[in-house]
């Protein structure tokens, strides 16, 4: 391998996986599919992760194309970018982030037991596949690695880190339980608010490099 893929394979890969936030979301997939059997919570893993990363390799491929047809420049969409991660970030620091994700498991699992069933409901789509795994830092931020990338050894290597993230949600997911109960509330939230950190850096970077590149400062 190359170091530019290398490289550029480090900087998506930390990127998507902070923003992915795994072991955050584990939590949250845990309680959802906690009334279910075991083969309903494999049923659960395999087809969030499937659904969130069809959306988001769907707006890797053609998240240029869209921009282009809504006279976007990817400068703009780029000090845009950074700007919803920077949002991001300081809902992941404040643990905002984590208190809407319990709220929507909250309301997901109420909604379940209405009335008899004998599995829980399909929370693949909703909400585990999009927003938690495909959401819209995560879907602005392929859309922005994909358009900067000029060939298509940068474009794989964007590509493998996206897939790489979502193995790894796979994994995550699939012990959720023992993986839940082995790190606590509060080592979870200590990992959330160090990746809030990382990700606010990550998006002044990108909003700099944005209003760098609108006014012809680079």
């Given at each position: 391998m190359s170091g530019e893929f290398i490289s550029l394979f480090i900087a998506s890969f930390v990127t998507f996986f902070v923003l992915i936030d795994a072991l955050g979301v584990a939590p949250v997939f845990a309680s959802l599919t906690a009334q279910g059997s075991a083969s309903y919570r494999r049923s659960m893993a395999v087809r969030s992760v499937f659904i969130g990363t069809l959306i988001i390799f769907g707006f890797a491929f053609f998240g240029s194309w869209l921009?282009?047809?809504l006279h976007i420049t990817i400068d703009a969409f780029r000090a845009a970018g950074g700007i919803l991660l920077f949002i991001i970030a300081i809902d992941m620091v404040f643990e905002r982030r984590t208190e809407r994700r319990e709220n929507r498991a909250e309301s997901v699992m109420a909604d379940s037991e209405a009335?008899?069933?004998?599995?829980?409901?399909?929370?693949?789509v909703f909400p585990l596949g999009i927003p938690m795994l495909a959401?819209?830092?995560?879907i602005a931020t392929a859309m922005?690695?994909?358009?900067?990338?000029?060939?298509?050894?940068?474009?794989g290597a964007v590509l493998s880190a996206i897939a790489a993230n979502m193995i790894i949600c796979l994994l995550v997911f699939l012990a959720?339980?023992?993986?839940?109960?082995?790190?606590?509330q509060s080592i979870a939230a200590a990992i959330t608010r160090i990746f809030g950190v990382i990700l606010a850096a990550l998006s002044v970077?990108?909003?700099?490099?944005?209003?760098?590149?609108?006014?012809?400062?680079?």
């Open positions: 921009l282009n047809q009335g008899p069933a004998e599995e829980p409901d399909d929370v693949s959401g819209p830092g995560s922005l690695y994909m358009s900067q990338s000029d060939d298509w050894v940068a474009k959720a339980g023992p993986l839940v109960k082995a790190m606590g970077q990108l909003l700099i490099d944005g209003i760098k590149g609108a006014f012809g400062l680079a």
